[in-house]
């Protein structure tokens, strides 16, 4: 998946296989669309900004690649295709699914993350990104319920299977990704270089460092000012390719200051 933190969007796409390990074979695979928890017109248990819920672009089972049936009036519920209801998507593959066989579904799909947050997503200011429920996911089918097709309202917890993941994320340079699981590449995508700016005051400044490097080039970042919620000290990771040699915070002074002494830092010599 990759983010684009200006317009907010989120583009994925995945292959998802999955095991019938009923004694039955299933005519339909249920989808969970967990962000069309943000659309119009869905059932929900609480108010959140409408971002028009998650935009379904392709579906394939085992390669073939499925229609959008929704506005198809002489489409019967067994025709494969696909239908999309309020947050879940009903796939009917072209075969039924065998007991005991594994299938492969591909999805590809976007949405807008809500900038007024909820359900555990949002952003600040295109600057800090919350995600969760970010894609289609299979429905369970148990052997006390079978197929769970009750419709997510927002609040509530989850039931899901267990499973292997396999996730690429694509995000500008410099960003740090939080998530469960375990780092298996920190060489490739953690940079060694990061600061760590304390605010001594009550008053809460938006935070501009010269950065310079010690190849001599020298670049200015700014941190919007709520980096400073709830705390007082920010620890990030910087956008630089090179080793730090020097930060100086504010250099033209521009923001008040109660103590321009302890506002910058250089790489000690050797």
Do not use: C
Not at 73 to 89: E, K, L, N, S, V
Not at 139 to 155: K, M, P, R, S
């Amino acid at each position: 998946m990759s983010l684009e933190p200006a317009t907010a969007l989120v583009t994925g796409t995945e292959t998802a296989t999955t095991h019938n390990g009923a004694p039955v074979p299933l005519p339909v695979i249920l989808v969970r669309l967990y962000q069309n928890v943000f659309s119009e017109g869905v059932a929900r248990n609480r108010q959140v900004e409408l971002t028009g819920g998650m935009q379904v672009d392709r579906v394939a089972v085992n390669g073939v690649e499925l229609e959008d049936l929704a506005d198809d009036p002489d489409a019967t519920q067994r025709d494969p295709g696909y239908r999309i209801i309020d947050t879940r998507m009903a796939v009917v593959p072209p075969e039924q699914i065998a007991a005991g066989s594994t299938t492969e579904v591909e999805i590809d799909w976007s949405f807008t993350v809500s900038g007024g947050g909820g359900f555990r997503n949002g952003h600040l200011d295109h600057e800090i990104y919350n995600i969760a429920q970010w894609y289609p996911q299979i429905a369970v089918f148990d052997d006390v319920f079978g197929l769970d097709t009750d419709a997510y309202l927002g609040d509530g917890e989850f039931y899901v299977d267990y499973g292997t993941f396999d996730v690429n994320i694509d995000v500008p340079a410099g960003w740090v990704v939080v998530g469960t699981g375990t780092l298996r590449n920190p060489d490739e995508v953690l940079r060694p270089e990061q600061v760590t700016v304390r605010n001594e005051s009550d008053a809460v400044m938006p935070v501009e460092l010269q950065i310079t490097l010690a190849d001599g080039t020298t670049s200015t970042i700014v941190w919007p000012v709520n980096v400073w919620a709830g705390t007082r000290e920010v620890t990030r990771t910087l956008p630089v390719d090179g080793a730090v040699q020097k930060i100086v915070i504010d250099p033209d002074a521009w923001y008040p200051d109660v103590d321009r002494s302890n506002n910058s830092w250089e790489r000690p010599a050797g």
